[in-house]
């Protein structure tokens, strides 16, 4: 790398008539730019454009590296606007022409020197400069050493310099360095986290295009939205199972979040755009009962789809249960719900209500997110694809606190049973409807205005069980197919890697044959060697054919299981129909005191406290005898302060009464500082009371 300076007699008109090209029109000289090879009008419009908003980011003139600056009509434009550049350029008389048009204009903190890419990079340090301009430079050097090589080099490069702009030549160009281009000219940037197509431009050597991409690690450029990201990553969610294959990017800085969605891959490429329309649609124009974030940005070009929104504050659902952070489930279902009817009024319906796309915020309030897969479409997007049974899922895991694995159905939770009262009997009573009365708003109305009474659900959840014990005797099965097909599909790849190792062996062996610069000794041993890798090739195609086979039982099983799992569908809709045929009978009906009775005989305790809690109930509904009553059962704290936990815990009252002869009730709060034992044991029950003396009487033990 040496400096040059041009020869003081040299006019600026000789220095640009001893050009062996004139590519770039001349910086101050249109007279001299008639005939230049490219115009870059266009490209200086976004270069200045993308300056100007990285400034105002930093608070200060830019620090600019110019690799490949030819005749230095981007450096000086750039010096002009108060920037400072270095500008780099292999061709010693392109450097000339530069510094003499930087003395002319008077512009003092532009530089230019003569070097190779490779040199300047190697010797660059971290932090000197805020953005690099390559523009139409690296595919010379893809073509010398390779596409790994000059990765590494702009992997180098994103290390060192907070943003870049790059003019990618691509394969498609007829010419001799073509077809060393990478099939997609994203491939060269791939070391940046975030990569946009911000034009495509026309050059003079064919009829094809070029990217010009913005690229950085730092920073996303979206529309109008320059901003600086914290923190970036490929799933949405720990279990997501790589499901988008990587054709999704989500962005975070404090308070705002960029989404992705890539158009580049084809088995991915309708979907995405899809869910982006669904989520663009819904944030413009998002029901005020939602609380939805602002949409910002919603851009689409070429190669993705962009969503800049706001940050929902909270933390998505399913982070919290794997970390034990504590929550309240029947806060965090009835918001849940509460946001379904909103989207139920307006004809929308969101198909993954999962526990990951759910962010629970300080209150326990939830909030739903993914907002691509809201649609008019009323169909969940896996197993069962009923909404109703799909949300009894995510509501039984929500109270679990627990997501089982991710399989190709979700796990059949649908055991009613296992929810508060409230919710058992809103969801049998819902789930009783004919299947097309199913409706959120009729379970949201249950749920609110439940009486407090235990509902009749034994039959219904007789069907029920049957399915879920039907679906968790089939999740062995499949995951033990998963693993086999795992299994499969590793040997797969393995022997593929095997075969194309062996294949270019094969090649370069017989390219080596074909010299003529080997000894004769040296080419029969080749020629040994290509029959052994012959013959190696042969018997990884018969691995790779018994592989194939493997493969191919594999998705038979797979469709063997998935038609059991619909006989166990079409068997829990037979038993529904009986069910609710026998409860419609007279005979139902009739038997139903010796029902009762025969319960109060097995289960004595839970009958009575059923008919204790509808007392209890239907004494709040009478103030004044529920004060009278109050005031008979204070005579006898102790059975006053059990009546009291037990009305708070079943939410007959909403919480403790804030009095001082009500502290230390269960369900309360109460604070015992500056209390010794004596007077703390006083304002604890006497369950809690034996508890703490239970405790007491291990921890003396274990002193011993």
Same mark, same amino acid.
């Given at each position: 790398?040496?400096?040059?300076?041009?020869?003081?007699?040299?006019?600026?008109?000789?220095?640009?008539?001893?050009?062996?090209?004139?590519?770039?029109?001349?910086?101050?000289?249109?007279?001299?730019?008639?005939?230049?090879?490219?115009?870059?009008?266009?490209?200086?419009?976004?270069?200045?454009?993308?300056?100007?908003?990285?400034?105002?980011?930093?608070?200060?003139? +830019?620090?600019?590296?110019?690799?490949?600056?030819?005749?230095?009509?981007?450096?000086?434009?750039?010096?002009?606007?108060?920037?400072?550049?270095?500008?780099?350029?292999? +061709?010693?008389?392109?450097?000339?022409?530069?510094?003499?048009?930087?003395?002319?204009?008077?512009?003092?903190?532009?530089?230019?020197?003569?070097?190779?890419?490779?040199?300047?990079?190697?010797?660059?340090?971290?932090?000197?400069?805020?953005?690099?301009?390559?523009?139409?430079?690296?595919?010379?050097?893809?073509?010398?050493?390779?596409?790994?090589?000059?990765?590494?080099?702009?992997?180098?490069?994103?290390?060192?310099?907070?943003?870049?702009?790059?003019?990618?030549?691509?394969?498609?160009?007829?010419?001799?360095?073509?077809?060393?281009?990478?099939?997609?000219?994203?491939?060269?940037?791939?070391?940046?986290?975030?990569?946009?197509?911000?034009?495509?431009?026309?050059?003079?050597?064919?009829?094809?295009?070029?990217?010009?991409?913005?690229?950085?690690?730092?920073?996303?450029?979206?529309?109008?939205?320059?901003?600086?990201?914290?923190?970036?990553?490929?799933?949405?969610? %720990?279990?997501?199972?790589?499901?988008?294959?990587?054709?999704?990017?989500?962005?975070?800085?404090?308070?705002?979040?960029?989404?992705?969605?890539?158009?580049?891959?084809?088995?991915?490429?309708?979907?995405?755009?899809?869910?982006?329309?669904?989520?663009?649609?819904?944030?413009?124009?998002? %029901? *005020?009962?939602?609380?939805?974030?602002?949409?910002?940005?919603?851009?689409?070009?070429?190669?993705?789809?962009?969503?800049?929104?706001?940050?929902?504050?909270?933390?998505?659902?399913?982070?919290?249960?794997?970390?034990?952070? /504590?929550?309240?489930?029947?806060?965090?279902?009835?918001?849940?719900?509460?946001?379904?009817?909103?989207?139920?009024?307006?004809?929308?319906?969101?198909?993954?209500?999962?526990?990951?796309?759910?962010?629970?915020?300080?209150?326990?309030?939830?909030?739903?997110?993914?907002?691509?897969?809201?649609?008019?479409?009323?169909?969940?997007?896996?197993? %069962?694809?009923?909404?109703?049974?799909?949300?009894?899922?995510?509501?039984?895991?929500?109270?679990?606190?627990?997501?089982? %694995?991710?399989?190709?159905?979700?796990?059949?939770?649908?055991?009613?049973?296992?929810?508060?009262?409230?919710?058992?009997?809103?969801?049998?009573?819902?789930?009783?409807?004919?299947?097309?009365?199913?409706?959120?708003?009729?379970?949201?109305?249950?749920?609110?205005?439940?009486?407090?009474?235990?509902?009749?659900?034994?039959?219904?959840?007789?069907?029920?069980?049957?399915?879920?014990?039907?679906?968790?005797?089939?999740?062995?099965?499949?995951?033990?197919?998963?693993?086999?097909?795992?299994?499969?599909?590793?040997? =797969?790849?393995?022997?593929?890697?095997?075969?194309?190792?062996?294949?270019?062996?094969?090649?370069?062996?017989?390219?080596?044959?074909?010299?003529?610069?080997? =000894?004769?000794?040296?080419?029969?041993?080749?020629?040994?060697?290509?029959?052994?890798?012959?013959?190696?090739?042969?018997?990884?195609?018969? *691995?790779?054919?018994?592989?194939?086979?493997?493969?191919?039982?594999?998705?038979?099983?797979?469709?063997?299981?998935?038609?059991?799992?619909?006989?166990?569908?079409?068997?829990?809709?037979?038993?529904?129909?009986? +069910?609710?045929?026998?409860?419609?009978?007279?005979?139902?009906?009739?038997?139903?005191?010796?029902?009762?009775?025969?319960?109060?005989?097995?289960? /004595?305790?839970?009958?009575?406290?059923?008919? =204790?809690?509808?007392?209890?109930?239907?004494?709040?509904?009478?103030?004044?005898?529920?004060?009278?009553?109050?005031?008979?059962?204070?005579?006898?704290?102790?059975?006053?302060?059990?009546?009291?936990?037990?009305?708070?815990?079943?939410?007959?009252?909403?919480?403790?009464?804030?009095?001082?002869?009500?502290?230390?009730?269960?369900?309360?709060?109460?604070?015992?500082?500056?209390?010794?034992?004596?007077?703390?044991?006083?304002?604890?029950?006497?369950?809690?009371?034996?508890?703490?003396?239970?405790?007491?009487?291990?921890?003396?033990?274990?002193?011993?």
């Amino acid at each position: 790398m040496t400096d040059v300076n041009p020869s003081a007699a040299g006019s600026i008109e000789l220095l640009v008539a001893a050009l062996p090209e004139k590519y770039q029109p001349i910086f101050g000289h249109p007279e001299l730019s008639e005939g230049s090879s490219r115009g870059c009008e266009d490209r200086l419009e976004l270069i200045l454009a993308t300056a100007q908003r990285l400034q105002k980011a930093l608070g200060r003139p +830019l620090r600019v590296l110019d690799l490949g600056c030819a005749q230095g009509f981007f450096s000086l434009n750039l010096a002009a606007a108060g920037h400072s550049v270095r500008g780099v350029d292999f +061709l010693d008389r392109n450097v000339f022409v530069c510094q003499a048009l930087a003395v002319e204009a008077g512009l003092t903190r532009v530089t230019f020197e003569c070097g190779r890419i490779e040199d300047i990079i190697e010797t660059l340090n971290d932090g000197v400069y805020d953005l690099v301009l390559g523009l139409s430079v690296f595919h010379h050097l893809v073509h010398q050493h390779g596409l790994s090589a000059v990765v590494a080099i702009i992997s180098n490069i994103a290390s060192k310099i907070d943003c870049g702009i790059y003019e990618v030549a691509v394969r498609e160009e007829p010419l001799y360095w073509g077809p060393s281009q990478p099939e997609h000219p994203a491939e060269l940037l791939s070391p940046y986290a975030f990569l946009r197509v911000m034009s495509w431009q026309p050059t003079h050597l064919s009829g094809v295009e070029r990217p010009l991409y913005f690229a950085s690690e730092k920073y996303w450029f979206v529309g109008n939205d320059f901003r600086a990201f914290d923190s970036w990553r490929f799933q949405s969610h %720990p279990m997501d199972m790589s499901s988008h294959r990587k054709s999704r990017r989500y962005f975070f800085s404090k308070d705002v979040m960029l989404k992705q969605y890539s158009l580049a891959n084809s088995t991915r490429r309708d979907f995405n755009r899809d869910e982006y329309q669904n989520e663009a649609g819904f944030l413009a124009n998002a %029901p *005020q009962a939602m609380e939805a974030p602002a949409l910002l940005e919603a851009v689409v070009d070429c190669e993705n789809c962009w969503i800049v929104r706001e940050v929902t504050p909270g933390r998505i659902l399913l982070e919290m249960m794997k970390e034990h952070v /504590p929550y309240a489930p029947e806060r965090v279902v009835d918001g849940l719900i509460r946001q379904l009817v909103v989207l139920e009024e307006q004809n929308l319906f969101h198909n993954d209500v999962r526990c990951w796309n759910l962010l629970v915020d300080v209150d326990s309030q939830a909030h739903l997110i993914d907002f691509g897969a809201i649609s008019p479409e009323r169909a969940d997007c896996v197993w %069962p694809h009923d909404l109703l049974l799909s949300l009894l899922i995510t509501v039984r895991e929500i109270f679990m606190g627990h997501v089982g %694995p991710v399989l190709p159905v979700r796990r059949g939770l649908l055991d009613v049973c296992m929810l508060p009262m409230r919710y058992q009997a809103a969801f049998a009573h819902a789930l009783s409807l004919p299947q097309g009365a199913w409706t959120f708003k009729e379970l949201a109305a249950r749920i609110n205005s439940w009486p407090g009474e235990s509902t009749e659900v034994t039959g219904y959840i007789a069907a029920l069980v049957a399915v879920e014990r039907g679906m968790l005797s089939l999740e062995g099965t499949l995951a033990a197919e998963q693993h086999e097909g795992r299994l499969a599909r590793q040997a =797969l790849d393995q022997s593929r890697q095997d075969l194309d190792q062996s294949r270019q062996e094969l090649d370069r062996s017989r390219e080596d044959a074909h010299r003529g610069s080997l =000894l004769a000794e040296a080419r029969e041993h080749d020629l040994a060697s290509v029959a052994a890798l012959q013959r190696m090739v042969e018997g990884l195609k018969a *691995q790779l054919a018994v592989q194939e086979a493997e493969t191919r039982r594999f998705h038979g099983d797979n469709a063997s299981v998935l038609g059991a799992l619909h006989h166990w569908q079409g068997r829990a809709n037979e038993l529904e129909s009986l +069910l609710e045929r026998v409860r419609q009978s007279r005979s139902w009906r009739l038997t139903r005191p010796l029902r009762g009775f025969r319960q109060l005989l097995q289960q /004595p305790i839970a009958v009575l406290r059923r008919v =204790l809690l509808a007392v209890m109930r239907r004494i709040k509904r009478h103030p004044d005898l529920a004060h009278q009553l109050s005031a008979v059962t204070r005579m006898v704290p102790p059975l006053h302060a059990k009546l009291v936990s037990v009305a708070v815990n079943n939410q007959i009252i909403a919480e403790v009464p804030a009095s001082k002869e009500h502290e230390g009730i269960v369900g309360g709060v109460a604070d015992f500082a500056g209390l010794n034992e004596s007077q703390g044991l006083d304002r604890l029950s006497i369950r809690a009371r034996g508890f703490y003396r239970g405790i007491a009487a291990g921890s003396s033990k274990e002193h011993r």
